[in-house]
Protein backbone atom coordinates (compact mmCIF):
# COMPACT_ATOMS: atom_id res chain seq x y z
CA UNK A 1 0.00 0.00 0.00
CA UNK A 2 1.80 3.32 -1.00
CA UNK A 3 2.84 5.43 1.78
CA UNK A 4 2.52 8.90 0.32
CA UNK A 5 -0.58 9.93 -1.64
CA UNK A 6 -0.86 13.04 -4.44
CA UNK A 7 -2.88 16.08 -2.41
CA UNK A 8 -5.75 17.66 -4.06
CA UNK A 9 -4.95 20.90 -5.13
CA UNK A 10 -6.91 23.11 -3.02
CA UNK A 11 -8.49 25.48 -6.07
CA UNK A 12 -8.74 24.53 -9.63
CA UNK A 13 -6.28 24.77 -12.28
CA UNK A 14 -7.43 28.61 -13.69
CA UNK A 15 -7.85 30.02 -10.16
CA UNK A 16 -3.96 31.59 -10.28
CA UNK A 17 -4.45 32.83 -13.86
CA UNK A 18 -2.80 35.00 -15.14
CA UNK A 19 0.24 34.73 -12.75
CA UNK A 20 -0.06 30.55 -13.57
CA UNK A 21 -2.24 29.15 -16.30
CA UNK A 22 -4.38 26.38 -16.36
CA UNK A 23 -2.01 23.94 -18.18
CA UNK A 24 1.05 24.73 -16.26
CA UNK A 25 -1.24 23.90 -12.80
CA UNK A 26 -2.66 21.10 -14.73
CA UNK A 27 0.82 19.78 -15.49
CA UNK A 28 3.31 20.61 -13.12
CA UNK A 29 0.78 19.11 -10.02
CA UNK A 30 -1.10 15.97 -11.75
CA UNK A 31 1.76 14.71 -13.96
CA UNK A 32 5.50 16.24 -11.97
CA UNK A 33 3.98 15.86 -8.79
CA UNK A 34 2.53 12.66 -9.13
CA UNK A 35 5.59 11.33 -10.48
CA UNK A 36 7.39 12.31 -7.38
CA UNK A 37 4.64 10.52 -5.14
CA UNK A 38 5.16 7.62 -6.85
CA UNK A 39 8.83 7.89 -7.28
CA UNK A 40 9.37 8.33 -3.80
CA UNK A 41 6.75 4.93 -2.98
CA UNK A 42 8.60 3.06 -5.40
CA UNK A 43 11.91 3.56 -3.67
CA UNK A 44 10.10 3.02 -0.33
CA UNK A 45 9.17 -0.61 -2.04
CA UNK A 46 13.57 -1.38 -3.28
CA UNK A 47 14.28 -0.25 0.19
CA UNK A 48 12.49 -3.00 1.74
CA UNK A 49 13.22 -5.68 -0.89
CA UNK A 50 17.03 -5.12 -0.19
CA UNK A 51 16.61 -5.57 3.51
CA UNK A 52 14.48 -8.62 2.83
CA UNK A 53 17.08 -10.15 0.77
CA UNK A 54 20.10 -7.86 2.51
CA UNK A 55 21.15 -7.09 -0.74
CA UNK A 56 22.94 -3.35 -0.37
CA UNK A 57 24.73 -3.24 -3.36
CA UNK A 58 22.23 -0.15 -4.70
CA UNK A 59 22.02 1.29 -1.27
CA UNK A 60 23.80 4.26 -2.05
CA UNK A 61 21.69 5.02 -5.24
CA UNK A 62 18.35 3.98 -3.82
CA UNK A 63 18.97 6.74 -0.75
CA UNK A 64 19.56 9.47 -2.78
CA UNK A 65 16.63 8.26 -5.05
CA UNK A 66 14.17 8.85 -1.97
CA UNK A 67 15.81 12.11 -0.74
CA UNK A 68 15.25 13.20 -4.08
CA UNK A 69 11.20 12.62 -4.41
CA UNK A 70 10.52 12.62 -1.10
CA UNK A 71 12.08 16.09 -1.00
CA UNK A 72 10.19 17.15 -4.10
CA UNK A 73 6.83 15.36 -2.39
CA UNK A 74 7.01 17.80 0.42
CA UNK A 75 8.22 20.95 -1.16
CA UNK A 76 5.51 21.01 -3.74
CA UNK A 77 2.68 20.05 -1.19
CA UNK A 78 3.77 23.37 0.36
CA UNK A 79 3.98 25.00 -2.84
CA UNK A 80 0.06 24.38 -3.50
CA UNK A 81 -0.72 25.84 -0.48
CA UNK A 82 1.51 28.77 -0.65
CA UNK A 83 -0.38 30.08 -3.10
CA UNK A 84 -4.00 31.89 -3.63
CA UNK A 85 -5.60 33.58 -6.07
CA UNK A 86 -4.41 37.08 -7.38
CA UNK A 87 -7.38 38.98 -6.20
CA UNK A 88 -6.65 37.16 -2.39
CA UNK A 89 -2.99 37.02 -2.08
CA UNK A 90 0.00 39.01 -2.62
CA UNK A 91 1.43 42.38 -0.89
CA UNK A 92 2.88 41.80 1.88
CA UNK A 93 2.24 40.54 5.69
CA UNK A 94 0.65 43.21 7.97
CA UNK A 95 -0.44 43.52 11.36
CA UNK A 96 -3.94 44.58 10.48
CA UNK A 97 -4.52 41.33 8.77
CA UNK A 98 -3.56 39.10 11.83
CA UNK A 99 0.51 38.35 10.38
CA UNK A 100 1.94 41.08 12.93
CA UNK A 101 4.11 37.89 14.29
CA UNK A 102 5.55 36.90 10.77
CA UNK A 103 6.03 40.59 9.42
CA UNK A 104 8.30 41.12 12.86
CA UNK A 105 10.29 37.83 12.17
CA UNK A 106 10.74 39.11 8.69
CA UNK A 107 11.53 42.65 9.58
CA UNK A 108 14.12 40.73 12.33
CA UNK A 109 15.76 38.24 10.01
CA UNK A 110 16.01 40.70 6.83
CA UNK A 111 16.37 44.68 8.10
CA UNK A 112 12.52 44.80 6.15
CA UNK A 113 10.37 42.99 4.04
CA UNK A 114 11.63 44.49 1.03
CA UNK A 115 15.25 43.31 1.38
CA UNK A 116 13.90 39.56 2.19
CA UNK A 117 11.77 40.00 -1.27
CA UNK A 118 14.94 40.87 -2.67
CA UNK A 119 17.06 38.09 -1.40
CA UNK A 120 14.37 35.40 -1.66
CA UNK A 121 13.62 36.63 -5.77
CA UNK A 122 17.57 36.35 -6.15
CA UNK A 123 17.88 32.88 -4.45
CA UNK A 124 14.98 31.57 -7.03
CA UNK A 125 16.03 33.27 -10.15
CA UNK A 126 19.11 32.20 -10.13
CA UNK A 127 19.47 28.63 -9.07
CA UNK A 128 21.48 26.76 -11.83
CA UNK A 129 19.41 24.64 -13.09
CA UNK A 130 16.51 22.87 -11.49
CA UNK A 131 15.99 24.25 -7.51
CA UNK A 132 13.90 26.33 -5.74
CA UNK A 133 14.23 29.69 -3.27
CA UNK A 134 12.79 28.64 0.08
CA UNK A 135 11.90 31.07 3.37
CA UNK A 136 12.55 28.61 6.28
CA UNK A 137 12.35 28.87 10.13
CA UNK A 138 16.09 27.89 11.53
CA UNK A 139 15.58 26.73 14.78
CA UNK A 140 18.88 27.22 16.41
CA UNK A 141 18.91 31.13 15.60
CA UNK A 142 14.83 31.21 16.19
CA UNK A 143 15.62 33.11 12.60
CA UNK A 144 14.22 32.77 9.37
CA UNK A 145 16.52 32.35 6.39
CA UNK A 146 16.65 32.23 2.83
CA UNK A 147 17.66 28.71 1.30
CA UNK A 148 18.58 28.40 -2.55
CA UNK A 149 17.88 24.73 -3.31
CA UNK A 150 19.51 22.69 -6.01
CA UNK A 151 17.00 19.93 -7.27
CA UNK A 152 15.04 19.27 -4.33
CA UNK A 153 17.18 18.56 -1.70
CA UNK A 154 20.55 20.07 -1.97
CA UNK A 155 21.98 23.00 0.12
CA UNK A 156 19.68 23.05 2.80
CA UNK A 157 20.29 23.54 6.33
CA UNK A 158 19.60 20.78 8.82
CA UNK A 159 16.63 21.07 10.64
CA UNK A 160 15.63 24.18 9.05
CA UNK A 161 11.56 23.94 8.09
CA UNK A 162 10.35 25.68 4.86
CA UNK A 163 7.63 28.19 5.41
CA UNK A 164 7.50 29.53 1.80
CA UNK A 165 8.80 27.80 -1.45
CA UNK A 166 9.53 29.37 -4.93
CA UNK A 167 9.47 26.57 -7.77
CA UNK A 168 12.09 27.31 -9.99
CA UNK A 169 12.21 24.20 -12.23
CA UNK A 170 11.39 25.22 -15.93
CA UNK A 171 8.20 22.63 -15.47
CA UNK A 172 6.82 25.20 -13.06
CA UNK A 173 7.27 28.08 -15.51
CA UNK A 174 8.69 27.36 -19.21
CA UNK A 175 5.24 26.84 -21.15
CA UNK A 176 4.55 30.77 -19.89
CA UNK A 177 7.26 33.04 -19.41
CA UNK A 178 9.84 30.81 -21.63
CA UNK A 179 13.41 31.27 -20.44
CA UNK A 180 12.58 34.46 -18.35
CA UNK A 181 12.57 32.74 -14.84
CA UNK A 182 13.01 36.24 -13.01
CA UNK A 183 9.91 37.52 -14.82
CA UNK A 184 7.98 34.12 -13.54
CA UNK A 185 9.79 34.93 -9.82
CA UNK A 186 8.57 38.36 -9.92
CA UNK A 187 4.99 37.33 -10.72
CA UNK A 188 4.96 35.19 -8.20
CA UNK A 189 4.71 37.98 -5.48
CA UNK A 190 1.62 38.32 -6.67
CA UNK A 191 -0.28 34.86 -5.48
CA UNK A 192 1.41 34.83 -2.12
CA UNK A 193 -0.98 33.21 0.56
CA UNK A 194 0.58 35.28 3.58
CA UNK A 195 -2.15 33.54 5.46
CA UNK A 196 -0.49 29.95 5.03
CA UNK A 197 3.19 31.20 5.76
CA UNK A 198 2.38 32.85 8.97
CA UNK A 199 0.35 29.21 9.93
CA UNK A 200 3.45 27.68 9.15
CA UNK A 201 5.94 30.40 10.85
CA UNK A 202 3.95 29.48 14.10
CA UNK A 203 3.99 25.71 13.38
CA UNK A 204 7.70 25.25 12.76
CA UNK A 205 8.18 27.69 15.91
CA UNK A 206 5.80 25.51 18.01
CA UNK A 207 8.72 22.14 17.39
CA UNK A 208 11.74 23.87 18.16
CA UNK A 209 11.74 21.96 21.54
CA UNK A 210 10.97 18.85 19.92
CA UNK A 211 14.16 19.37 17.99
CA UNK A 212 16.79 20.84 20.10
CA UNK A 213 16.10 18.31 23.23
CA UNK A 214 18.31 18.79 25.98
CA UNK A 215 20.64 15.85 26.76
Known amino acids: MPVYTLPELPYDYSALAPVISPEIIELHHDKHHAAYVKGANDTLEQLEEARDKEQWGAINGLEKSLAFHLS ?48 MSKAAATTQGSGWGVLAYEPLSGRLIVEQVYDHQGNVGQGSTPILVFDAWEHAFYLQYKNQKADFVEAMWKVVDWQDVAKRYAAAKSRTDVLLLAP
Open 72 to 119: GHILHSIYWQNMTGPKEGGGEPLEKDGLGELADAIAESFGSFQRFKAQ
